[in-house]
């Protein structure tokens, strides 16, 4: 199944756009019981339609020319009834009649989604990215051209992309392919004592506080330069503002929107809210203290009403010999480095979770996530309900490779520190059996948002 590379137009497979191939992409029963389910479902929408009894009719009425011919006012119906995004999108890929109601005014926005796996570039095709669906397996091919080349991060559905050479930072949604042209990183504060050596990685995570496909009121908030500062953008500025924090202050892991603020914690577990309404020089307040964590990363996200920050270990850099199992990466000599024939890998080994109480600034650690899965990375770190997705696990954090520090000494750089961690007993198994990998940008998690 593939995406074309008109945004506005899905195509199938060319050897046969039918109805059938439609429904095979995302369900795992019978042919037979496709063709009934569906026919039901139409009798339930239209009384006028009754489901053929004998099952080879059912078959044989999946020709592309009779799906095509199906009014307008009932493919909406249907259309409309359509509960996950998987489906939605793939709706349109049977003929041009069906695409024609995948519009803004049929999609339900309040669909619940859960991530998709945005793969490393293939060298290849630089402007077509693959997407894997972890509903249902499949990979899905999108043509975006404003990617190509380029470090991305994820908010909201929308990609923010860095330029590898030059170092220019945009708003990039991956399925319409709008562009919300942004200020230059260069207009930062202080930009020449904040650089980072290589243009793409300046931007370390990207959080918005409004989807832009519904407004034009939001705020995009990053994690920015070698000291990793906080600066936040507003349509219409011509420049990033820096938010203050004490010279002492540690560099900033993760950023989260939430109940109308910005939260923050930093490497050394101190979570921040950063005032940023009216205020000639915007400024960080403390409001909780974790356990200082030294061998990895925080993030923090918002689940189920409440802020949770979750601490990343032992994403550190160690030879192959101690760690048989990892696939050898070829390691960037640096100056400081003795031995130059040693190879070397690294990989997460845990998290902890903590549930931060805002009002007592207190934060107390949890095993249980209940019926919530974790999606980390360089995404805006994201809370789903694993029961309304088939393959989702509950309890579980789903992970991408996110530690620049690590990849970024290897020549095939990230892509293979990803997988899904167990809370309840530690382990971790992959999420995708593949092999992903780039120093610009490694896989991410999408949520696919198609308006």
């Not at 003929?95 to 290849?124: G, Q, Y």
């Not at 689940?303 to 050898?328: C, H, M, T, W």
Request: some cysteine.
């Amino acid at each position: 199944m593939t995406f074309s590379k008109n945004p506005e137009v899905m195509c199938a497979p060319k050897h046969k756009r039918s109805f059938l191939s439609f429904f095979l992409f995302f369900s795992h029963v019978e042919v037979g019981q496709l063709n009934i389910e569906f026919l039901c479902l139409l009798a339930q929408i239209c009384p006028i339609w009754s489901p053929p009894v004998n099952l080879s009719i059912a078959i044989r009425i999946t020709d592309m020319s009779y799906w095509s011919e199906l009014q307008h006012d009932l493919l909406v119906l249907i259309v409309r009834r359509i509960n996950l995004i998987e489906d939605y999108l793939n709706f349109g890929t049977v003929c041009k009649s069906w695409h024609s109601v995948i519009t803004k005014e049929n999609f339900n926005s309040d669909l619940p989604r859960v991530p998709w796996l945005m793969l490393a570039e293939d060298e290849d095709y630089k402007a077509c990215r693959k997407f894997f669906s972890l509903y249902n397996g499949m990979i899905l091919k999108k043509w975006i051209p404003g990617a190509s080349g380029k470090r991305c991060m994820e908010s909201m559905g929308w990609l923010i992309t860095v330029g590898k050479d030059e170092g220019e930072i945009t708003l990039l949604h991956p399925f319409s392919n709008v562009e919300i042209q942004l200020p230059h990183q260069i207009t930062t504060d202080h930009y020449e004592f904040n650089q980072t050596p290589v243009p793409w990685t300046f931007v370390q995570k990207a959080v918005l506080s409004a989807n832009p496909s519904c407004t034009s009121d939001y705020v995009l908030m990053v994690i920015e330069g070698h000291y990793q500062f906080l600066s936040f953008w507003r349509p219409g500025d011509l420049l990033w503002t820096r938010i203050n924090k004490p010279v002492y202050f540690p560099d900033t892991s993760d950023v989260v929107y939430f109940n109308g603020r910005f939260y923050a914690v930093s490497y050394d577990g101190c979570v921040h809210v950063c005032d940023i309404d009216g205020s000639e020089h915007t400024k960080s307040l403390i409001v909780a203290q974790l356990a200082p964590w030294i061998d990895g990363k925080y993030y923090i996200l918002e689940s189920l009403g409440s802020l949770f920050a979750v601490s990343q270990n032992g994403v550190d850099i160690r030879y192959v010999k101690d760690d048989r199992e990892r696939i050898p990466l070829t390691h960037i000599p640096g100056e400081d480095d003795a031995d130059e024939e040693k190879m070397y890998t690294y990989k997460t080994r845990s998290f902890l979770v903590y549930q931060i109480d805002l009002d007592a600034c207190e934060t107390t650690p949890t095993r249980d996530l209940g019926d919530q899965a974790f999606f980390l990375g360089a995404n805006a770190s994201l809370s789903v309900q694993a029961s309304q997705f088939p393959g989702i696990k509950p309890n579980h954090i789903y992970f991408t490779d996110n530690c620049l520090g690590a990849y970024l000494h290897f020549e095939e750089g990230g892509g293979l520190d990803m997988g899904v961690f167990n809370l309840a007993d530690g382990s971790i198994q992959p999420h995708y059996d593949g092999v992903s990998l780039s120093r610009v940008c490694p896989s991410i998690w999408v949520t696919p948002n198609p308006c």
